[in-house]
């Protein structure tokens, strides 16, 4: 927390923030964190009163000015003139404000927008079990599909299903590469090994060990009830 920030904000008269107040309570002169001392702080404090005094009195004589100026450059202009004058002031202001409402809408919307995709992307990740939502996003940008046109997004799905099966969590896929329960999990590990001894890996690939893994702790549990069923007996 920037100390200079906090003494700004005092000197303006302005409310600090619960943080802001706790900050300056627990402040402590004596400790050697680079914190100014008691005395010093009274100073800052005085020296940016005295600063935002200054200032305030500019802006005052510079809207004195601008009055001035405006009354000179009206000076002999007839009423039609000063009319038009001032029309066009009022016109350039709202034409800012015009400008800012948009940039607002536009970031909201943007925003907005965003939001909805991201719901999309999820809903569509957990209906057809995807791993990773954020990477099923890149996916479909990536495709530029309408995520409106169900038909297409469970088309693409299947396609997925049958290219990349491991990035789903589901046992049952098209063309599916899991290892049911019980089942040797050696072939699992043999492709860990072959991915990790990459310099680099990709999104796909890092989601691949991931759901290898997963499909290893299932196959090996798979195991242990296995056993425990045949002592059983």
């Given at each position: 927390?920037?100390?200079?920030?906090?003494?700004?904000?005092v000197?303006e008269?302005?409310?600090?923030?619960?943080?802001?107040?706790?900050?300056?309570?627990?402040?402590?002169?004596?400790?050697?964190?680079?914190?100014i001392?008691?005395?010093?702080?009274d100073?800052?404090?005085?020296?940016?009163?005295?600063?935002k005094?200054?200032?305030?009195?500019?802006?005052?004589?510079?809207a004195?000015?601008?009055?001035?100026?405006?009354?000179?450059?009206n000076?002999?202009?007839?009423?039609?003139?000063k009319?038009?004058?001032?029309?066009?002031?009022?016109?350039?202001k709202l034409?800012r404000?015009v400008?800012?409402l948009?940039?607002?809408?536009?970031?909201a919307k943007?925003?907005?927008?965003?939001s909805?995709?991201?719901?999309?992307?999820?809903?569509?990740?957990?209906?057809h079990s995807f791993s990773?939502?954020?990477y099923?996003?890149f996916?479909?940008?990536?495709?530029?599909?309408?995520?409106?046109d169900e038909?297409?997004a469970?088309?693409?799905?299947?396609?997925?299903?049958?290219?990349?099966?491991?990035?789903?969590?589901?046992?049952a896929k098209?063309?599916?590469?899991?290892?049911?329960?019980?089942?040797?999990s050696?072939?699992?590990?043999q492709r860990?090994?072959?991915l990790?001894?990459?310099?680099?890996?990709s999104?796909?690939?890092?989601?691949?060990?991931i759901?290898?893994?997963?499909?290893?702790?299932?196959?090996d549990s798979?195991k242990?009830?296995?056993?425990?069923?045949?002592?059983g007996?």
């Amino acid at each position: 927390m920037n100390l200079k920030d906090i003494l700004k904000k005092v000197a303006e008269g302005k409310e600090l923030a619960a943080d802001e107040k706790a900050f300056l309570e627990s402040y402590d002169p004596d400790t050697a964190d680079g914190r100014i001392p008691k005395a010093r702080l009274d100073q800052e404090i005085a020296k940016f009163k005295a600063e935002k005094d200054r200032a305030d009195k500019l802006d005052s004589e510079l809207a004195d000015m601008r009055e001035k100026l405006e009354e000179l450059e009206n000076s002999g202009k007839s009423a039609e003139e000063k009319a038009k004058a001032a029309a066009e002031k009022e016109l350039a202001k709202l034409q800012r404000q015009v400008e800012a409402l948009s940039k607002e809408r536009d970031e909201a919307k943007a925003n907005f927008e965003k939001s909805e995709r991201t719901a999309k992307i999820a809903a569509l990740a957990q209906k057809h079990s995807f791993s990773n939502a954020e990477y099923l996003d890149f996916l479909a940008a990536s495709k530029k599909l309408d995520l409106n046109d169900e038909a297409a997004a469970s088309d693409f799905m299947k396609e997925l299903g049958k290219s990349s099966p491991e990035l789903f969590k589901s046992a049952a896929k098209p063309g599916g590469g899991t290892i049911s329960a019980g089942k040797d999990s050696s072939g699992a590990k043999q492709r860990i090994d072959e991915l990790m001894k990459k310099p680099e890996l990709s999104t796909r690939e890092s989601a691949e060990i991931i759901k290898l893994q997963q499909q290893i702790v299932e196959a090996d549990s798979g195991k242990d009830a296995t056993q425990n069923a045949k002592q059983g007996e």
